[in-house]
């Protein structure tokens, strides 16, 4: 998308967007009842008279970033499902919240569409203005720089996140994630079976195992940051389809599972960011590839596992295969990378999801000072987060009798003692886990994002590498 910045709205521009607030509602004429349009955050009135899109952002007195960009992503949907292909979007005295405003604009626009057939394709907006008033024109272009980098990246996580398993596999998001590190400049290094074997790397072989494509181990990394200097260490599980394996899940809404990747997309579509905006840190980003498939060479309940740190897992259910990859990612970015911190994004449990809906990923941590870091980037990227308990109980249920951990603690606390597991392979590193099990993707077009992936913990990520 071309984006140019202007302090006039240029002739020919398509739809205009026009942000209301509560208290402008009566300004507008002729002034609409509550019931053509309330003004709440993402609320949108159409006149189709003058070509201008009014989208609501709330009381004025509570209008912050994510509220804009709630607000502008749900008009962006809008025009893209009327398939309009230029528009502009009036900030005027709102041109503190530009990154925001366009990051929605970039977030709301994308939608999945490439086995549609051509007659239900729409077009995206390929032309936008940003009008503000003559004495921003100069100073807001970073910050449209950087909501269209994060829009973007976030975008292009999505997109590979919507590939299905047919044919988005380990071998395939090696090559996407090849392409993308050539693009940007970044290091890439990947173990393939053999790599993984003499590596040691007992819980992604395992996991691996039963699919007849193979696993790979992922590390991207971004020297932006002096020689030496430990890296902040994102680390995605990024299993391309679950099926469960031996421990088969059940057929209703098993395709949901080719989201199993979205953590490890979200990692990518953050490192995608990162060197784009070169951020003065280093970065590495790991993403743990598998597909998890029952099979005759598929592992299997009862199972000891030596995972690459030495630890021993008893395998309680090959369903729990996410924990078994990211043990083994989290032991690397330690002994390889010499993490200085580590954060691991996940579609770990279903628990999660019990736990906490839809709304909100469930976020654990070793240290109290970095939940609240993980909380700060959040919510200035309007992506809920809420911090969950780490009882030494949740550890003790996952014991095992024959090894040093068992893979499964039953069901109460499933997604505490998921997030226990992890723990145990972390050592003494700052680290945080977050469980994006139902916020990586939506049935339905919901809040200004389309269906599919929604591209959670993108935005976050990169804002934490730029805090920490
Ligand atoms: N990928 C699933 C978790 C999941 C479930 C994500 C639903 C999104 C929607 C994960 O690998 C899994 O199967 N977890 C099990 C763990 C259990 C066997 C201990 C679960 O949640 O049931
Ligand atoms: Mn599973
Ligand atoms: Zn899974």
């Not at 919240?97 to 970039?106: I, L, M, N, R, S």
């Not at 997109?159 to 400049?185: D, Q």
């Not at 897992?313 to 002994?335: F, K, P, Q, S, Y």
């Amino acid at each position: 998308m071309n984006i140019r910045i202007a302090s006039e709205v240029p002739s020919g521009s398509g739809v205009l967007v026009r942000l209301v607030a509560k208290e402008e509602c009566s300004k507008l004429s002729p002034a609409p009842t509550s019931k053509e349009f309330s003004a709440a955050v993402g609320s949108v009135l159409s006149d189709r008279s003058n070509g201008v899109l009014y989208v609501g952002i709330g009381d004025q007195s509570k209008i912050d970033g994510p509220s804009i960009r709630r607000a502008v992503s749900s008009a962006a949907l809008i025009i893209r499902k009327l398939g309009k292909e230029k528009a502009a979007l009036l900030l005027g005295d709102r041109v503190g919240f530009a990154e925001e405003a366009v990051e929605g604009f970039v977030l709301g626009g994308y939608r999945y569409e490439a086995f549609l057939p051509e007659r239900r394709r729409t077009s995206a907006v390929s032309s936008l203005a940003v009008v503000v008033g003559k004495e921003s024109v100069g100073t807001v272009r970073k910050a449209v720089f950087r909501g269209q980098i994060l829009g973007d990246s976030a975008n292009m996580a999505r997109e590979i996140a919507n590939t299905p398993g047919n044919l988005l596999y380990p071998e395939t998001l090696v090559e996407k994630a090849r392409g993308l590190c050539r693009r940007r400049g970044l290091k890439f290094r990947v173990l393939d079976a053999t790599g993984l074997k003499k590596g040691g790397f007992g819980g992604i072989l395992a996991v691996g195992g039963g699919s007849a494509r193979g696993p790979r181990l992922l590390a991207i990394e971004h020297r932006g940051g002096r020689k030496g200097e430990h890296p902040l260490v994102l680390v995605g599980k990024a299993i391309t389809f679950d099926s469960g394996g031996i421990s088969i899940k059940p057929a209703a809404g098993m395709e949901e599972m080719i989201f199993d990747k979205c953590g490890g997309m979200a990692v990518l579509g953050a490192m995608d960011a990162i060197a784009a905006l070169g951020v003065k840190r280093n970065v590495v980003g790991i993403l743990a590839a598998a597909e998890n498939m029952p099979s005759g060479e598929a592992y299997r309940p009862g199972d000891i596992v030596t995972m690459y740190d030495g630890t021993t897992v008893e395998v309680v259910n090959t369903d729990a295969e996410g924990r078994m990859v990211l043990g083994d990612a989290l032991g690397w970015a330690i002994r390889e990378f010499k993490a200085g911190k580590m954060i691991d994004l996940a579609t770990l449990t279903g628990a999660c999801g019990v736990a906490l809906g839809e709304h909100a990923a469930g976020l654990w941590s070793n240290e109290a000072a970095f939940i609240e870091e993980v909380q700060e980037a959040a919510s200035q990227s309007g992506e809920r987060v809420w911090p969950m308990p780490s009882f030494e109980e949740y550890g003790t249920q996952i014991r095992s009798s024959v090894a040093t951990l068992k893979n499964s603690g039953g069901w109460l606390g499933g997604a505490c003692t998921a997030a226990a597991f992890l723990r145990s392979f972390v050592g003494a590193t700052p680290w945080a886990h977050l469980d994006i099990a139902y916020t990586s993707h939506r049935s339905k077009d919901q809040e200004g994002l389309a269906s599919g992936a929604t591209g959670f913990g993108v935005r976050t990520l990169v804002r934490l590498a730029e805090s920490v």
